[in-house]
C-alpha cells in the first residue's frame, strides 16, 4: 500500500507481518481491509486500525467495544487483556494479538519508515540535555536547502517516535527524530525503527541518574542510539555518529563502533558555524549541527545562514524583557533540569548579566535518586562561588525539598537565599515577593530575572505570572 496524504494506511496482512502478530480467525482468510492507525478512541474515526496502548495509568482495551462501535477497520489486542479474542466482535472486525500493543505500534512506524520512506534521510538526536534545542536549529539549520520533518515537541518515547515516523511523507528529503529514554535498551529499540544514518549524542550527563545508577549507564544508554545506524545513498560518508568530545565515558562504545561508521566528536569552543545563542554549551549544539550539515553535503556558510533563522523553543532560555524601571530581561529556562544544564544555564546567567542586578528561582531537580543530595548541594555551591564575584549581589530564590539543606548553606555564607516547598498553587502569589526585590534596586541597575528547574514545579507558570504582571515585549536572541 501507499501512503495517503499525513496518514498512511495498511493492510491486515502488512501490520502482521510488522509486529510478528497473530490472525485470531485462522480458519478464515486475512481480509484485505486497509486503513490509517489510531490509539486514541477520542478521536477514532471509521476505517481506522484501533491499537489500544497499555500504560501506567490507563489501558486502552478498556475502549474497544467503543472502537468497535465507531466501526473500525481492525483492532490490535495485548496478549492476555481479552480472555475470549473469537467472541469480541463476533467475527465481524479483524482482530489481530500482539505481545505488546506499544512496541507493536513501533515496529507498524518502524516497517512504514524502512518500506516506504526509504528515501528520507533520517537524523537521530539524543542526549542527557539538548536533544530538543539540537533538533529546533536543525529544522532551521537545514530547511532553506531541502524539505524537513521533525519530531513534534518532545514526543520523543515509544509511541511519540512511532508518530514521527509515521507522520513523514514518503517525499520528505529529512526527518530529525529526537530520541528518550527511561533506562536501558529503550534507545536502540527506537534507533533500530528508526534507521537513522546520521545520529547525534548532545550531552552525557546526569539526568535519569536515578533510574540508571552511574553517568557510565548513561553514556551506554545513549550510545544505544548507534545500534540502528544504516548507510544512505544521499549521505556519501554514512553511517555518520556525531557525539561531544569531552564526553569520555562514552569512548569504549565509540571504539566498539564497526569501522564502516565514520566518527566525528565535537567542542563546545568555537567552530565553524556561530549559535545564534549565546552560552559555552549552545556554542556546542552548534557544533554538533555543522557536522549534520557537513555529512548531508552543506557548508558552514550554508548551515550559518539557516541556523541564523533559528528561535529559542518556549522555556528553553527564551528572553522576555519586563517593562520595570529600570528594564529586566526574564530568562525562562523553566522547561526542565539537570545537573549539567543547570550549571550551564548559572554560568551564563552570571556571565552575561554580571554587571546589573539578578533575581533566580531555581527549582528541585528530578529523578536523581541516591545524587539527590549532593547535586543539589553543588548548585548551592556553584551559586556562592559565582555570587560572591558579582557586581551587585544576587537574590536567590530556592524552590522544593530538595533545595532545603543548600538553601540554609547558601543564607549562611551570608548571601541572600529564601527557601519554599513549592510554588504556591496560584503563582501570581510569587510575583509581589520578586517584584520586591525588583523595586528595591537603584534605578540605574538594569538586571535579570532567571527561572531554571524541573518540570515538575511548574515555574513556567510563575514566567507567565510575570510576564502578565509587567508590560510583554518578546527580545530578540
Not at 433 to 448: C, K, N, R, S, T
Amino acid at each position: 500500500m501507499t501512503s495517503t496524504g499525513a496518514q498512511p494506511v495498511f493492510t491486515c496482512a502488512e501490520i502482521i507481518a510488522a509486529t510478528e502478530g497473530t490472525w485470531v480467525n485462522p480458519s478464515d482468510a486475512i481480509p484485505t481491509i486497509s486503513g490509517p492507525l489510531s490509539t486514541d478512541t477520542r478521536t477514532l474515526a471509521a476505517g481506522q486500525w484501533f491499537i489500544p496502548i497499555v500504560g501506567e495509568r490507563f489501558n486502552g482495551h478498556d475502549f474497544l467495544q467503543q472502537a468497535i462501535q465507531a466501526k473500525v477497520a481492525g483492532c490490535l489486542v495485548q496478549a492476555g487483556q481479552i480472555h475470549n479474542l473469537a467472541s469480541l466482535t463476533n467475527g465481524h472486525i479483524p482482530i489481530i494479538e500482539v505481545a505488546d500493543t506499544t512496541l507493536a505500534y513501533l515496529a507498524i512506524a518502524g516497517w512504514y519508515r524502512k518500506q516506504r520512506c526509504a528515501g528520507t534521510v533520517v537524523v537521530g538526536v539524543t542526549g542527557s540535555s539538548g536533544k530538543t534545542t539540537v533538533k529546533e536549529m536543525l529544522v532551521a539549520a537545514l530547511s532553506p536547502y531541502c524539505t524537513v520533518q521533525a519530531t513534534a515537541k518532545n514526543f520523543n518515547n515509544d509511541i511519540g517516535v512511532a508518530q514521527t515516523l509515521l507522520g513523514c511523507q514518503p517525499s520528505t528529503d529529512v526527518l530529525i527524530v529526537e530520541m528518550g529514554m527511561r533506562g536501558l535498551g529503550e534507545i536502540e529499540r527506537l534507533s533500530v525503527a528508526v534507521q537513522p544514518s546520521v545520529a547525534v549524542i548532545t550531552t552525557v550527563g546526569s539526568a535519569h541518574i536515578g533510574r540508571l545508577g552511574s553517568k557510565a549507564a548513561i553514556a551506554q544508554a545513549k550510545a544505544e542510539i548507534m545500534a540502528g545506524l544504516v548507510p544512505h545513498a544521499a549521505v556519501p560518508s554514512s553511517p555518520v555518529a556525531i557525539y561531544p568530545s569531552n564526553a569520555t565515558l562514552l569512548t569504549p562504545w565509540v571504539a566498539a563502533l564497526p569501522a564502516t561508521i565514520q566518527r566525528h566528536p565535537f567542542t563546545v569552543v568555537a567552530g565553524p558555524v556561530q549559535s545564534p545563542v549565546a552560552g559555552a554549551h549552545m556554542q556546542g549544539n552548534a557544533n554538533a549541527v555543522a557536522l549534520v550539515g557537513q555529512a548531508l553535503g552543506l557548508s558552514p556558510q550554508q548551515i550559518q545562514a539557516g541556523l541564523n533563522t533559528y528561535v529559542v523553543p518556549e522555556g528553553r532560555g527564551n528572553l522576555i524583557t519586563l517593562c520595570t524601571s529600570p528594564h529586566h530581561t526574564l530568562i525562562s529556562d523553566a522547561y526542565n533540569a539537570n545537573p549539567e544544564s543547570m550549571a550551564a544555564s548559572l554560568h551564563h546567567f552570571f556571565a552575561t548579566y554580571a554587571t546589573g542586578h539578578q533575581v533566580a528561582v531555581l527549582a528541585g531537580m528530578k529523578e536523581l535518586g541516591d545524587f539527590t543530595d549532593s547535586a543539589h548541594q553543588q548548585v548551592g555551591a556553584l551559586w556562592q562561588q559565582l555570587a560572591l564575584g558579582a557586581t551587585v549581589p544576587p537574590a536567590l530564590w530556592l524552590i522544593g525539598d530538595e533545595f532545603k539543606s543548600t538553601a540554609a548553606a547558601v543564607s549562611a555564607a551570608g548571601l541572600p537565599c529564601q527557601w519554599l516547598a513549592s510554588i504556591p498553587s496560584a503563582p501570581t502569589a510569587m510575583v509581589p515577593l520578586i517584584d520586591a526585590m525588583v523595586q528595591a534596586l537603584p534605578l540605574q541597575a538594569e538586571g535579570a530575572v532567571l527561572l531554571k528547574g524541573s518540570r515538575a514545579y511548574g515555574l513556567d507558570a510563575l514566567g507567565e505570572a510575570l510576564v502578565l504582571h509587567y508590560a510583554k515585549q518578546v527580545t530578540a536572541v
